[in-house]
């Protein structure tokens, strides 16, 4: 049943949820902040739990902000409020990063044991769908710099917004080059790269 979780969780979020009899409110998933609140993560993380959660963020990224009112901090200036967003897009494509690292994860490598020949090609098949995971990742870690960038503004210098503290930490670690992602993703697709050729040679 698990395999399913991620399609139809993809279906539910196309839809409205099921209201009581006596509901008064909207009780559609519309709101970027709607979608973040359903992103979860696991003790132990299966791959459908990981496209589970690639479905919360997608939808996250392309839905619009709720109110500021309905924000998930206290917004006080037009100016917070600018870099609430820039903070929260920026957020949502680390998570994206983090998530298809993990899934590249199940597909990867570690190393090659001289006793890996027969099973050569479902570990060439493997590593290239954690190749591709590896892409995807670095594709969102190249939007999160743009929202970085986007955040390069002398407005938003003596800005903090205590409730999202982890997120202008993030935002730091990385223009500190503390965090860098290419360089994480630089190095395992090289490592993949290594045990695709001794597979070959197997």
């Given at each position: 049943m698990r395999d399913y979780r991620a399609i139809i969780v993809l279906f539910w979020g196309l839809f409205t949820l099921t209201p009581s009899v006596n509901a008064t409110i909207n009780t559609r998933i519309v709101y970027t902040e709607q979608?973040?609140?359903?992103?979860?993560?696991?003790?132990?993380?299966?791959?459908?739990?990981?496209?589970?959660?690639?479905?919360?963020?997608?939808?996250?990224?392309?839905?619009?902000?709720?109110?500021?009112?309905?924000?998930?901090?206290?917004?006080?200036?037009?100016?917070?409020?600018?870099?609430?967003?820039?903070?929260?897009?920026m957020h949502l494509n680390l998570q994206m990063v983090r998530t298809?690292?993990?899934?590249?994860?199940?597909?990867?490598?570690?190393?090659?044991?001289?006793?890996?020949?027969?099973?050569?090609?479902?570990?060439?098949?493997?590593?290239?769908?954690?190749?591709?995971?590896?892409?995807?990742?670095?594709?969102?870690?190249?939007?999160?710099?743009?929202?970085?960038?986007?955040?390069?503004?002398?407005?938003?210098?003596?800005?903090?917004?205590?409730e999202i503290s982890n997120w202008h930490n993030e935002r730091t670690l990385i223009r500190e080059n503390k965090l860098d992602f290419a360089k994480i993703l630089d190095r395992h697709l090289a490592k993949l790269q290594e045990n695709r050729e001794k597979l070959h040679a197997l």
């Open positions: 979608w973040y609140r359903l992103y979860h993560q696991h003790l132990l993380r299966s791959p459908s739990d990981e496209f589970e959660n690639l479905v919360y963020l997608e939808h996250a990224l392309n839905a619009e902000f709720s109110h500021p009112l309905y924000a998930l901090a206290k917004i006080e200036s037009a100016d917070q409020w600018q870099l609430y967003r820039y903070l929260f897009k298809y690292m993990a899934l590249a994860d199940k597909y990867d490598r570690r190393n090659v044991p001289f006793y890996s020949a027969p099973w050569k090609e479902q570990s060439l098949k493997n590593l290239d769908i954690a190749e591709n995971y590896y892409q995807r990742a670095r594709y969102f870690w190249d939007e999160a710099l743009i929202w970085i960038e986007q955040m390069d503004n002398p407005d938003f210098r003596w800005i903090y917004i205590p």
